[in-house]
């Protein structure tokens, strides 16, 4: 694993809500699996980067992964906002059954950081 991830998993009543905290190693790259094994719908990813000194360098890109290696997102986590928050739910992101979902995080410069949300149903 490169990078620091702090991941929280949560449940509220059908939604459960992934939450990476992540900061990138010398490399730019972060990433971290969840714990938990989740079946459903993925409905919204939400980036935050983090400001100041630990603002990511340059846009970077977000990859979500199944047990079988498919980014869930397709491709969308590419060029994330350096700045701005940013929502990705183009009429959601398909189903998913029975997998860890690994985040990826590359090209964010030295110990940079942000969130990513996660919400299934």
Excluded: C, Q
Excluded at 4 to 15: A, H, L, M, P, Q
Excluded at 48 to 54: L, V, Y
Excluded at 91 to 110: E, Q
Aim: proline letters at 2%; a negative charge; glycine letters at 14%.
């Amino acid at each position: 694993m490169a990078g620091t991830v702090t991941t929280t998993e949560e449940t509220f009543d059908s939604v459960k809500k992934i939450t990476f905290d992540w900061l990138s190693s010398s490399g730019g790259v972060a990433d971290a699996t969840t714990t938990k094994i989740y079946t459903g719908m993925v409905e919204r990813v939400v980036t935050i980067p983090d400001s100041g000194g630990t603002a990511p360098a340059t846009v970077y890109t977000l990859t979500l992964k199944d047990d079988d290696g498919v980014d869930i997102l397709d491709g969308y986590g590419a060029s994330r906002s350096i700045t701005a928050t940013e929502m990705l739910n183009p009429g959601g992101f398909g189903a998913i059954a029975h997998t860890t979902l690994t985040l990826g995080i590359t090209t964010a410069g030295d110990s940079k950081g942000g969130i990513v949300y996660v919400y299934l149903r």
